[in-house]
């Protein structure tokens, strides 16, 4: 049993980044698509689908390397936990990395990242971090 969905989708992506595959595959669900979906814009990965299926649909992320085969994800952690959850508050959002990484937040509007929460000025639970 999985306790910990954005952890797993954090470790896929971390396992499948060091050995440079091309793509990876976990179960979907409604957040974790939506973490995809932020990771997309934000040019982080190349795409990712959603494969219907029985009993749960599959995630698939395809996952992008530079012209030379350098890793765009150098790092990916999770950052609120389900033993500790961590808020912020929009004021205390910084850029992270001088704005060359980011945070995605689950906020009352969703799944955003942490330039959208600025710029919006939302305060959430921080999800993951990525640079």
Do not use: H, W
Not at 12 to 19: D, M
Not at 109 to 115: C, L, M, N, P, Q
């Amino acid at each position: 049993m999985m306790t910990d969905p954005i952890a797993d989708l954090c470790t896929r992506i971390r396992n499948a980044n060091a050995i440079k595959m091309k793509s990876t595959r976990m179960p979907a669900s409604k957040v974790k698509v939506g973490v995809a979906q932020i990771l997309k814009e934000e040019g982080f990965i190349a795409d990712y689908t959603v494969e219907p299926g029985t009993p749960a649909s599959t995630l698939v992320l395809t996952l992008k390397y530079g012209d030379e085969g350098e890793r765009v994800i150098r790092e990916i952690t999770r950052i609120s936990k389900p033993g500790c959850r961590i808020y912020v508050g929009s004021d205390e959002l910084k850029p992270v990395l001088r704005g060359m990484g980011m945070r995605v937040l689950s906020t009352n509007k969703g799944i955003v990242s942490d330039r959208t929460a600025r710029a919006e000025k939302l305060g959430g639970e921080v999800l993951c971090e990525v640079f």
